[in-house]
T-cell receptor
Framework: EPEVTQTPSHQVTQMGQEVILRCVPI?????FYWYRQILGQKVEFLVSFYNNEISEKSEIFDDQFSVERPDGSNFTLKIRSTKLEDSAMYFCASMRTGVEQYFGPGTRLTVT | GDSVTQMEGPVTLSEEAFLTINCTYTATGYPSLFWYVQYPGEGLQLLLK?????DKGSNKGFEATYRKETTSFHLEKGSVQVSDSAVYFC????????????FGAGTQVVVTP
């Protein structure tokens, strides 16, 4: 069964550094998403991406965040200058059409 | 704005007990409603969904009915197993929102033998 994959599973970085979180969505899916979950808090929507552009973003998704689908298979989330409060589990999801999103296993980002 | 509220956990049950996890929502219009499950060390998996009022979603013995009059989508299972131990998330999606899911806080369920 096809699945969404994410790498790395755990990323440790120092404050102020740039990180890129990678996702490989399911191959025939058209809509792509990033969510995050700070420890002990809700899963929060960050951004949706369709037709090679951002379709919606939350207020969390400020100028330090960017997304890209560089090669038709990967979907990346870049955080330009990480802060301590960016420490969270980041989930990628994809959807073909309709309502069912498929989630990856997540990347745990730790900012020290 | 739209929001989802679900009961706090952890919920601890014995095997074969009846499980209910309450979920209520606040939303304009007619959102779709979901239950996702997260097993230890894994990502979120869609458990069931309902896209309109009075729809009942069901999967793996779990059921939830979309109740517009009470703005609720409570999850139930008649006889839980140890393998049902997980965190359960209620979520909604407005149909005009490009699939932006809004989640509740999650409820941890622990089933003991």
């Amino acid at each position: 069964e096809p699945e969404v994959t994410q790498t790395p599973s755990h990323q440790v970085t120092q404050m102020g550094q740039e990180v890129i979180l990678r996702c490989v969505p399911i191959s025939n899916h058209l809509y792509f998403y990033w969510y995050r979950q700070i420890l002990g808090q809700k899963v929060e929507f960050l951004v949706s991406f369709y037709n090679n552009e951002i379709s919606e973003k939350s207020e969390i998704f400020d100028d330090q965040f960017s997304v890209e689908r560089p090669d038709g298979s990967n979907f990346t989330l870049k955080i330009r200058s990480t802060k301590l409060e960016d420490s969270a589990m980041y989930f990628c999801a994809s959807m073909r059409t309709g309502v069912e999103q498929y989630f990856g296993p997540g990347t745990r980002l730790t900012v020290t | 704005g739209d929001s989802v509220t679900q009961m706090e956990g952890p919920v601890t049950l014995s095997e074969e007990a009846f499980l209910t996890i309450n979920c209520t929502y606040t939303a304009t219009g007619y959102p779709s409603l979901f239950w996702y499950v997260q097993y230890p060390g894994e990502g979120l998996q869609l458990l069931l969904k309902a896209t309109k009022a009075d729809d009942k979603g069901s999967n793996k013995g779990f059921e939830a009915t979309y109740r517009k009059e009470t703005t609720s989508f409570h999850l139930e299972k008649g006889s839980v197993q140890v393998s049902d131990s997980a965190v359960y998330f209620c979520a909604l999606d407005q149909t005009d929102s490009w699939g932006k899911l809004q989640f509740g806080a999650g409820t941890q369920v622990v089933v003991t033998p």
